[in-house]
């Protein structure tokens, strides 16, 4: 079976993971690839590595009345920029949003694809986590399902690559002003916040959710670690047992008896997750750790993708980190 | 005015640090280095770049019993190495020791010097607070003197740069191990917490404290970034005015309205406080910056040297931080 | 068709690359994984995203007489530690040692897969280059082959990321000591300069080499750039299709208009070439970039044992380079 | 004596280390920074670390008809901006020129401090050399004045931190694009050679330069390391020899017997120069170090504005390398 995939978005660093993972990936088939800043400039100009068999695509001007036939587009565009275009799209061609614009909109699955497959499988149109919920969710969902924890009462200390600021030209992010340099942002205000409360309330049943989530950009390129103060009594055995029997089988889920590190994810779709609990303390510390361009972003969507199309949820996603 | 001093442990980073500093400071002459990897080595050797009045400096093998004449001892060594030897170095010389084993010991004074300088000025031996309970101790001193925050309910996610991990030949700290890699660790037990709840308890007369210590490894060199979560229904305004009286006069401390970045003290002496509170959810965010080697280490030695020789604390202190 | 095979060298870092392009390799089953440093530990602690096929592997100690039945062992023993030892591997098995002690050495055939493919297949005994070489020889074989350059006045200037200085201890290759430091070692003397030089006199039809070869340290954890200045006066434009012509059909390496750059190979079996040359000035530039752990290592490595089993080469090789 | 000094260029780096520079000079006086692209910011909003007495500095708008009283002018603006409005300053204002547009300009003395000083004292208008020149320069100039390498056959394979590409917001310098990435540029055509290329005929006495120059962006914020490869029959100990008599008394310049590293230099004036030589293959390897915000720009240029104003050279700039 060949799936015929497209990616708009090309230009940006989400885009570029998707064309890696999905020019590797046996039943995918890249026959379109988009990006405004770039279109026109011949695929192979923008990924000096791009294999043979992708070097006649040229990258088109993004425009949803001109797509070519296709069964799966993956959407990477900026927050903001994306809803208005893809409602043009016709329903024949299933979309996994990577961008921001569809998470928990009407008509659009959320895509959490290790803690809820089953709500994937079969979809037309799934909305990916953001990197930062992806990390936090797969981290928090074996405690809330089990009332291990506190919903209304979770401090989220968030670090994520540089990367995940996404690609352009704000000096900011530029190695010399970047490179040494460890920079909190978004205090008390952070865009992830009600897509993390949303699930976290469905996840506890109900709860209202109450969220402290304070972002850091770290001097790398890729990797999210998230910190989780939680409070509850269950050790630190049993959440670790609760997060085994939850993820029972779910190949992208690794639980870590050691917190985990950034650069045990890199490159790949797996997600750590730890746990550190004093009950004495009433605390319970969850850590979640993704490649925030894999299971944060393109990972993830292809994960989706194959679910939406009956694929097993691996197909493609085999490769081992990168390491060191 | 010339006073004679001497390092012990040049071979480490705080080490190598005091002495930048010492070499610059216009009261401070160094006679002695002592450093027992390197002994015997010309101290040019290990400073490339030394200037030529100190050219002629042999490092020592670390000896009390041979000690030249000195007014002033820097100890920078590894904790549980120092105790018994600093003992026998004569009480005339006085001794800032940057390392471990003497915070909060019977005779020697705890040398947060920007909190507390009244209680340096003058003394004969002086413990050097930890890189940490620098950075969190200057943000949460205005916090705690005022009773903003509850100090029975401090969550502290503490991020340093690699070279607070001291110099060695750990694998774990090699290049490319380290790079694109973010590491927690110490969960739930670092030794930095029993003197940071001393310091909370002495700051807020006396009520427990109460804390969650979590630190984490950044890929970079210097630089430590505190984030700390706490219980108060101050405004951020009411924060930020706390710490401006607090601090008022005070010349290493700088009081931000935006969240620091550990890059604005990079090879200085300064510490960087900021806040963000959201009174409506009983929160209170308190941001310190510092660099680790800087106000964490050989800085704060320094300062506190210039305090206790009766010098401007300012005295060979005025660089400012290298950006970028 | 299952081919087992196995690594000894397991704790190094071309070892653990190995083991990645193994794991995902359609062809091949590791069945067997040795290092003496971390012998007794599951090779699960080791990589934590090693998948649950593998999850079964216990390191072993490294001893070759007590091998399971393999087809292929991978050898990434530090040089001068392997040849003993692998003198008593049975011939049945294969091996490519990626290690330094049978470059040029008898009954082994030394493996420039992109440049010498037909002496590789159906061997049994090969000798992986050397990282520096593998990126040198890439770039200068058209050259040489076509007489563009004289053998007799190479300048090499080479720069690699601090991996290719092996995993271990030493301080000097710490995190603190190497980030923003850039250091040149070697002068005149590198262990790599006499198979690039034996290799260069192949190539040239038997002149003599005469070589400068600058090995430099950069800051960064994969990848090598050498930028070769040779003698020679044809265009850029000759040496670029000189370059197209000698290496037509062959998968991994890309012949580019523009200097290639070390992130454009990262985590793949890659090799670019490029050149920019001015007759008038009887100079050609030859530059060629590999990542050291993929092309310089165990990317080529997988090649040639592909070769020797008669597999296509790019089989388990066809990864994108990960970007950013 | 007080010497009131500006800066123009304050937003980029040469501009932002010439102020931390100025800020501890003790015969300075800081009183006018202007930048186009900060006009009208507080200075201390751009420099967090600004110390007090100098917080009550506003940013102007760059115009040589509003500059006020002013004795020395440091202009640090991009190559091709600065011509015309420097012809505007009057001839009172000294003016050191970090830019490139008076490099061996008429009217205008070429500030290659540590080699030609005394053609530097006094003058009103002096052009401060390249980054890249510096280095090299430095390096070259004992064995060109002596005789020991042929001045036209001189290959000069330099690399430079990022910085030295200036600060602005094009993606390319983006961090996640440039750490781990390493980068050729400018092949056969870069800016600096003919600066070079006249300073070397200089120092050689009117023999004609022959010149490859290669720059290489490295992952790393600031420094400076060229590797030349020129011919001679010197040896090692004659280059070193004739390279300490040559500096005999020069205070900023380092001759060293093993390859020097960026890192000995960081946040310094120094230069650091070595050399390797095998005269059996009529081959000698000239090494030089710098920051290149340091020696490379404003260190430099600050040394050149004692040597106009007839202080010692080394005022302000004795502070030691940052490290690590």
Same mark, same amino acid.
């Given at each position: 079976m =060949?799936?015929?995939?497209?990616i708009?978005?090309i230009s940006?660093?989400g885009?570029?993971?998707?064309?890696?993972?999905?020019?590797?990936?046996?039943?995918?088939?890249?026959?379109?690839?988009?990006?405004?800043?770039?279109?026109? *400039?011949?695929?192979?100009?923008?990924?000096?590595?791009?294999?043979?068999?992708l070097?006649?695509?040229?990258?088109?001007?993004? $425009?949803?009345?001109?797509?070519?036939?296709?069964?799966?587009?993956?959407? *990477?565009?900026?927050?903001g920029?994306?809803?208005?275009?893809?409602?043009?799209?016709?329903? %024949?061609?299933?979309?996994?949003?990577?961008?921001g614009?569809?998470?928990?909109?009407?008509?659009?699955?959320?895509?959490?694809?290790?803690?809820?497959?089953?709500?994937?499988?079969?979809?037309?149109?799934?909305?990916?986590?953001?990197?930062?919920?992806?990390?936090?969710?797969n981290?928090?969902?074996p #405690?809330?399902v089990?009332?291990?924890?506190d919903p209304?009462?979770?401090?989220? $200390?968030?670090? =994520?690559?540089? *990367?995940?600021?996404?690609?352009?030209?704000? *000096?900011?992010?530029?190695?010399?002003?970047?490179?040494?340099?460890?920079?909190?942002y978004?205090?008390?205000?952070?865009?992830?916040m009600?897509?993390?409360?949303? %699930?976290i309330?469905?996840?506890?049943?109900?709860?209202a959710?109450? #969220?402290?989530? %304070?972002?850091?950009?770290?001097?790398?390129?890729?990797g999210?670690?998230?910190?989780?103060?939680?409070?509850?009594?269950? %050790?630190?055995?049993q959440? #670790?047992?609760?997060?085994?029997d939850f993820?029972?089988?779910?190949?992208?889920i690794?639980?870590?008896?050691?917190?985990?590190?950034?650069?045990?994810a890199?490159?790949?779709?797996?997600?750590?997750?730890?746990?550190?609990?004093?009950?004495?303390?009433?605390?319970v510390?969850?850590?979640?750790?993704?490649?925030?361009?894999?299971?944060?972003?393109?990972?993830?969507?292809?994960?989706?993708?194959?679910?939406?199309?009956? #694929?097993?949820?691996?197909?493609?996603?085999?490769?081992?980190?990168v390491?060191?």
């Amino acid at each position: 079976m =060949t799936i015929l995939v497209g990616i708009v978005g090309i230009s940006g660093f989400g885009g570029g993971e998707a064309l890696r993972l999905i020019a590797n990936h046996p039943a995918f088939e890249l026959v379109y690839a988009a990006g405004d800043s770039t279109a026109g *400039s011949p695929l192979a100009d923008r990924f000096p590595g791009l294999p043979a068999k992708l070097a006649h695509l040229v990258i088109q001007k993004w $425009d949803p009345a001109t797509l070519p036939n296709l069964d799966v587009l993956f959407a *990477s565009l900026p927050t903001g920029a994306s809803a208005a275009a893809l409602a043009r799209v016709p329903q %024949t061609v299933k979309i996994v949003d990577i961008g921001g614009d569809h998470r928990y909109a009407t008509g659009w699955a959320y895509g959490l694809a290790d803690v809820w497959p089953s709500q994937i499988t079969g979809q037309t149109r799934v909305a990916n986590p953001g990197c930062f919920p992806a990390a936090t969710l797969n981290a928090l969902a074996p #405690l809330l399902v089990n009332n291990l924890i506190d919903p209304g009462n979770i401090v989220i $200390d968030a670090k =994520t690559g540089i *990367s995940g600021a996404g690609r352009g030209g704000d *000096s900011k992010f530029g190695y010399a002003e970047s490179n040494e340099n460890l920079v909190p942002y978004g205090m008390l205000e952070h865009t992830h916040m009600p897509e993390i409360a949303t %699930t976290i309330e469905h996840l506890s049943g109900g709860s209202a959710a109450g #969220l402290v989530f %304070t972002p850091h950009l770290v001097p790398m390129t890729r990797g999210i670690l998230v910190t989780i103060y939680c409070r509850g009594t269950a %050790t630190t055995a049993q959440c #670790l047992s609760a997060a085994r029997d939850f993820y029972a089988g779910r190949d992208f889920i690794r639980v870590s008896d050691t917190p985990p590190q950034t650069k045990w994810a890199t490159g790949s779709n797996l997600s750590f997750v730890s746990y550190a609990a004093d009950p004495k303390r009433n605390l319970v510390i969850a850590m979640g750790v993704v490649d925030n361009l894999g299971k944060g972003a393109a990972g993830q969507a292809v994960q989706n993708a194959n679910l939406m199309c009956g #694929l097993p949820e691996t197909t493609g996603l085999e490769g081992l980190p990168v390491w060191p």
